[in-house]
């Protein structure tokens, strides 16, 4: 069975930073695809990131480039988003997702089968 257990969420101030971690288990690390997504409330899911295991490539949404870096360990089977410069409208729930088809469109939700509980994300101003 796929399991995805996100930490790491919390309250940070404008311009400061979090690490969220997607620890997996339950399937073949290597041969997924893990993404990160948000929600905010009022809003629609929305795909922030998304890595290939396999090959390292990355996917970031324009409106996290240049602040959010998502990462793997392979032997921890754990995913990471490092999310600097943090800012209001980061405020989220963040959920990281999984599937082992390489996805069309690595930030469409309806791309991933498992997901995650969620951890929240509050950036205060």
């Known amino acids: 069975e796929v399991q995805l257990v996100e930490s790491g969420g919390g309250v940070v101030q404008a311009g400061g930073s979090l690490r969220l971690s997607c620890a997996a288990s339950g399937f073949t690390f290597e041969d997924y695809a893990i993404g990160w997504f948000r929600q905010a409330p009022g809003k629609e899911r929305e795909g922030v990131s998304c890595?290939?295991?396999?090959?390292?490539?990355?996917t970031y949404a324009d409106s996290v480039k240049g602040r959010f870096t998502i990462s793997s360990d392979n032997a921890k089977k754990t995913v990471y988003l490092q999310m600097n410069s943090l800012q209001p409208e980061d405020t989220a729930i963040y959920y990281c997702a999984a599937d082992e088809l390489v996805p069309a469109t690595p930030l469409r939700s309806v791309e991933f089968t498992s997901w995650g509980q969620g951890t929240q994300v509050t950036v205060a101003s």
């Open positions: 890595i290939l295991i396999s090959d390292g490539s990355v």
